[in-house]
Structures are given as C-alpha cells and as structure tokens.
C-alpha cells in the first residue's frame, strides 16, 4: 500500500514556474513508475509526464515537452514536476499515481495508487 500527497501548486502568472512534489508513504517506493495527469474543469483528466524507478524512461505529453521536467528523489520517497513558462491552459487540478508493475506508464488505467490532487492556477 502507497499513500500520495501532492503539494506545491498553487496561483502564478502567465510565464511563471510552480514546482509539484509527490510524496509517497509505504514501502518499496522507489521500484514504483510515477505519471502526472491533470484534469482542468470541464475536462477529462491527462496525462502528463511520467518515470520510472530508476529515471532511466521519462515521458511527455507534447504540451509539456520543453516546459515541464519530471525527476524523483527515492531517497526522499518524492516525484517533482518542475513548470516553466506556464500559461492559462496549464490550470488544472494535478495528480500524481504510482504503480510497482509499468514502466512509466500513460494511462490513466495502469495506476493504482492516487494522490488527492494540487490546483495550479495561471492567471494571464
């Protein structure tokens, strides 16, 4: 069993950055893949990025290529999502999954633990 917490998001301007972090309880974290996904309102929720154990595969979806960064600290049992430039359409509620069994996975389907989610906010 994994607990998540994000933490990190929060209100910024229009070209500005915001950090998530994704702390995990329980045991063997750092064999888990993690994804970011985010649901803005109205909208179902996406994926964003995700690694795997070892941060040897990390993937984006094409909105977050070259702005976002996704790393992990096993040693802290914590996944951050590192956001530049943001920009209004990146307001959304963010999440954080894991799973022991996928190799940085993209769908939403292949996650079983969740965290409760972060707002993030961008205002123009």
């Known amino acids: 069993q994994v607990q998540l917490v994000e933490s990190g998001g929060g209100l910024v301007q229009s070209g500005g950055s915001l950090r998530l972090s994704c702390v995990a309880s329980g045991r063997a974290f750092s064999t888990y893949s993690v994804g970011w996904f985010r649901q803005a309102p109205g909208e179902d929720r996406e994926f964003v990025s995700a690694?795997?154990?070892?941060?040897?595969?990390?993937y984006y979806k094409d909105f977050a290529k070259g702005r976002f960064t996704i790393s992990r600290d096993n040693a802290k049992s914590t996944v951050y999502l590192q956001m530049n430039n943001l920009k209004p359409g990146d307001t959304a509620v963010y999440y954080c999954a894991a799973d022991p069994r996928i190799v940085a996975g993209r769908a939403q389907s292949e996650y079983t633990y969740w965290g409760q989610g972060t707002q993030v906010t961008v205002s123009s």
């Open positions: 690694i795997n154990w070892n941060s040897a595969s990390e």
